[in-house]
């Protein structure tokens, strides 16, 4: 069965633009989470959202935002581009339930000039 | 958020076992420990996971100490591909991972 698919895969923003990235879970996964990969910081956790609704946040600002679909698919927004914000967004699914496993795509590499 | 540590590095050759340590002294009793493994330019993998009693898969065995404050990964035999950096997560009942800094391993032909 297809994985976790996240688009785009690239893609290049300026300083104070916004971007919006997309992940499409496995099918029947309810709960997708976002992750934010640096090499300085290491991967840390964005949020969580189970059927529509955020069940967790990470210590990130209000820049960062995200939700999630009745299809379960889910986008994340990122305001007011910084530099800082050059990473990889990972985004992962499960059916939920802490016995289950979580499934990672591919990321999407964004570069803040 | 409970936290792991790990070395930050190891190696190993070829078709060797290898044992990558990790320390959750201030694991909570239904927390889950959960092993993931990140290759060059790819998303985490997931690799083993346990509660109390050690665990075997495919990839992988898991031995989790008895007061459950540190486990290890063991890897039968190593290859090429599994060169990667692994981490030992603890996961309560959400899917928000705490990732560490991880264990990066080096495999030698």
């Known amino acids: 069965k297809a994985g976790v698919t996240q688009t785009p895969r690239y893609l290049i923003k300026t300083r104070g633009q916004q971007v919006t990235l997309s992940c499409s879970p496995i099918s029947g996964h309810r709960s997708v989470s976002w992750y934010q990969q640096t090499p300085g910081q290491g991967l840390q956790f964005l949020f969580e959202?189970?059927?529509?609704?955020?069940?967790n946040k990470g210590n990130f600002p209000g820049r960062f935002s995200g939700r999630q679909f009745s299809n379960s698919r889910s986008e994340m927004n990122v305001s007011t581009l910084e530099l800082g914000d050059s990473a990889l967004y990972l985004c992962?699914?499960?059916?939920?339930?802490?016995?289950?496993?979580?499934?990672f795509g591919e990321g999407s590499w964004l570069t803040v000039v | 958020d409970a936290k792991t540590t790990q070395p930050n590095s190891m190696e190993s050759n070829e078709e060797e076992p290898v044992h990558l340590p990790c320390n959750h002294s201030?694991?909570?009793?239904?927390?889950?420990i959960h092993w993931y493994r990140q290759l060059p330019s790819q998303g985490p993998e997931y690799v083993i996971h346990?509660?109390?009693s050690n665990v075997n898969n495919r990839m992988a065995s898991l031995a989790i100490a008895e007061d459950r404050k540190s486990s290890t990964l063991i890897l039968h035999r190593a290859t090429l591909r599994d060169a990667a950096v692994y981490y030992c997560?603890?996961?309560?009942?959400?899917?928000?991972?705490?990732f560490g800094t991880g264990t990066r391993l080096q495999v030698f032909p």
């Open positions: 201030t694991i909570s009793g239904t927390d889950y």
């Open positions: 997560i603890l996961r309560d009942d959400t899917d928000k991972l705490i």
């Open positions: 346990g509660l109390t």
């Open positions: 992962a699914s499960s059916f939920q339930g802490i016995g289950n496993t979580i499934y």
């Open positions: 959202y189970f059927s529509e609704t955020q069940r």
